[in-house]
Structures are given as structure tokens and as C-alpha cells.
């Protein structure tokens, strides 16, 4: 897909979607910049969390370009939740087994709510993994900064299976085979859009390269209720020349 044109019917229907020259590649030599800048605080980990504390990655977020997808899914009103980075080298050259994405970022635990849990820490953020009713309200956008063909681990799914709901992990397998996957790649500046009850995986690359890729979570604006909060909410992606300011 190119445009944004049918783009909330077809993640209705499978879950995903691409969509090419989000970013140019001006923009994204200046995010690599900024994320260099503080490589050694993850060298060897192949990735990071935390990046809303970030100035640059809180401006993408809520840049015209990304706020249109987010939007165009989950409505005026929704919010950028959190912030990671995959960066997927030679010598972090990793895979990662079917899943779902089911942990969200809060800003204290409250074993009162019910629904959520078992109860995280990481990087210092208190997570939990959440009912289906919030995942169900959340969309993953993630940003390319290089380009991922089939030969560079890119992101495998499983279209549809997010009509599921929450897949306990003994029938992930079978789920997979039952339903048509599809390999997502994407070039340098364009994204993979996804649910996170979307049941999605990663091969190691074959041909191992540079695979820089930012992954920003969106919730709409009822996704989450008092007394949990979310740890970011970084305005609301509502329409507008301008950044919506934090």
C-alpha cells in the first residue's frame, strides 16, 4: 500500500499493512544521528526502550506524516504510549519466536484493576501485560530506517489472527499454521503497521546488515482509564500543520 486509502479496512481485515515514504532520507540520517549518539548505551543488546525520553523521537512520533496513519486506524484523540528501537546487526543478529505484544508501559502498578498482569519492570518502566479490551485499541507503527528486504529478518505475521484475541502461548503454533503468513518488508522510510494481538515473528537475517527499525505504540484515547495510566501519552494525534506539543 501507498497511500492511506483503504489503509483501516485492511488492517481490519489482516492486522497489517506497509506503507511507503513516511519519511524521507533526510529525516532519517537525522534520527540515525540521534540514536548514535547514544549507541553505547545498548551496543550488543539490539535495541532499546525508554526513547520518549528522547527529544527527536517524540517529535517523529507526533510529526504530520506518523500522526495520519495512528489516526487513521484509531481516531482523532489517540496518544503515542511507547517507544523502542530493533536494531538488528551482524553481531546482534537475532530472531524472535511467534508472539503476540501484550505488555503495556504504566506508570505504577495496581494489582486492584482487573484484568492485567502478571507485572513487569523494565528498563525501570513498570509494564503489564493487558486484556484484550486494550490491546484491541492500540496499533503498532514501525518506522524503517534502513531498508528490510527478505534477506534481512524482516517481520513475519499471521494475517487476520488478531480477530483472536489473546492466543494463549500453547496454541500460538497451531494458530500459525492455520493461517496465511506474510513476509513484511518494507523500504527505508516506510512502515509496517500492526495490531499487537497480531500474531507476528522474526528470522535471523540471512544476509545480516543494518536493520535500524523505531517501533512507536499508539492507543486511542479509551483504551486506558483511571487508575492506570499510561507511563507516555504524548499529546493527541489529531490533524494540524503543526506538532502536537507533549
Known sequence: MSSLDGLASEIERDGCATLSGILDPEACEHLLAVLAARETEWAGWGGARNLFEIDAIREVALSQPIRRVAETVLGRGCSAVR?????????????????????????????????????????????????????????????????????NGPLRVVAGSHRNGRIGAEDWSSSVWRGTQRVMTVERGGVVIFRPLLLHASSPAEQPSRRRVLHLEYASADALSAPLLWRWSLGSCESSEDPVAE
Do not use: Y
Request: net charge negative; aromatic share 8%; charged share 15%.
Open 83 to 151: 517507544a523502542l528501537l530493533f536494531d538488528k546487526t551482524a553481531s546482534a543478529n537475532w530472531g524472535v519466536a511467534w508472539h503476540q505484544d501484550l505488555a503495556v508501559a504504566v506508570q505504577a502498578r495496581n494489582d486492584a484493576v482487573p484484568g492485567f498482569g502478571p507485572w513487569s519492570i523494565k528498563a525501570g518502566v513498570v509494564h503489564a501485560v493487558a486484556p484484550a479490551s486494550v490491546l484491541e485499541r492500540m496499533l503498532t507503527i514501525r518506522l524503517h530506517l534502513d531498508a528490510c528486504g527478505p534477506e
